[in-house]
């Protein structure tokens, strides 16, 4: 998806980078930005970023962190977890948000009405052995690394407050929820936001590119018919697995919606007559 995005948008060096959903990051990591203004509603995201920028928080930490809790949910079990998840609740500490991360059901992130994360335990005792700790130091180690060579603002704000900040320099390129999927403490995306965003991005000042599904094997996204007038589309297509069958073989296809002067003029145009196929490993669980 990163190399997809990559491959279809032009932008300079010295644009401002704008991406008011920013989730775990992985785009404005891996695509790195010189200037960047990242946000997204939920506090816990935007404060572990930032504890990294200013010190506060090193990877070095996160790892023994890791280690010592690690070791004792590896001898507790479950109620180690629900521990922590309680702490978390009253403290608020970054350390055990990446914990949580780490080891909750399919990594979720979730939070009740009363703005408690809630996810339960992926069941796994001995998840935070040696080789996944180094991973996740490794991790850490890198975006560290970006964070401080780059200039970068994290700011909890809604995705509405962000775009009063894009100029003629900037590029904001959005991933909002789906319609219609959980919605949180945090996170609230419904029809009235979807809607609300089509004249948004219409008006936007700059570049701007967005990501939606487009089609899988039994829906059309009729939504994003809405930005044919104004926008110039790209297509990706993968396939995932549903619970790991491949009689549930499905394919997805991805569409990225960008202001028409900032597509890349690729020799491979991903228009839906010339889509290449790409198998994604990830085994979804039904
Ligand atoms: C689909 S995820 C983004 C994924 C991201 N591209 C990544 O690489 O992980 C959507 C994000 O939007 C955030 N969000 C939900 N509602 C929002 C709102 N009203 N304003 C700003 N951010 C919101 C959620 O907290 C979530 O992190």
């Given at each position: 998806m990163i190399d997809f995005i990559r491959d279809n948008i032009q932008i300079n060096n010295n644009i401002t980078w704008i991406e008011p959903f920013l989730g775990s990051g992985s785009v404005a990591f891996n695509l790195a930005p010189k200037k960047a203004l990242l946000s997204d509603s939920n506090p816990h995201i935007i404060n572990l970023y930032k504890s990294i920028q200013n010190n506060k928080l090193t990877p070095e930490e996160i790892a023994d962190h890791l280690k010592i809790e690690g070791n004792e949910l590896a001898q507790k079990g479950e109620s180690h977890y629900y521990q922590i998840r309680k702490r978390f609740n009253q403290d608020k500490n970054a350390k055990d948000f990446v914990f949580l991360n780490r080891c909750c059901f399919n990594g979720l992130i979730r939070f009740n009405k009363k703005g408690e994360f809630n996810v339960p335990f992926c069941k796994k005792n001995d998840r935070f052995r040696k080789a996944l700790i180094t991973k996740i130091y490794n991790q850490f180690v890198a975006v560290r690394e970006r964070i401080l060579l780059s200039e970068w603002d994290f700011v909890c704000q809604s995705w509405e407050e962000t775009l009063i900040n894009t100029n003629s320099n900037s590029f904001t390129y959005l991933d909002p929820p789906y319609v219609g999927r959980h919605t949180d403490y945090y996170s609230s995306w419904d029809e009235k936001d979807a809607h609300k965003m089509i004249s948004a991005i219409e008006k936007l000042k700059g570049g701007y590119a967005l990501s939606m599904w487009f089609e899988n094997r039994y829906r059309k996204n009729l939504y994003l018919q809405n930005f044919e007038k104004f926008a110039s589309f790209r297509y990706f297509s993968h396939f995932y697995h549903l619970g790991g069958s491949e009689q549930n073989r499905n394919k997805m296809i991805e569409a990225l919606v960008i202001h028409p002067d900032y597509v890349k003029q690729n020799?491979?145009?991903?228009d839906l007559n010339s889509l290449v196929d790409i198998e994604f490993n990830n085994h979804i669980s039904a």
């Open positions: 020799l491979l145009k991903n």
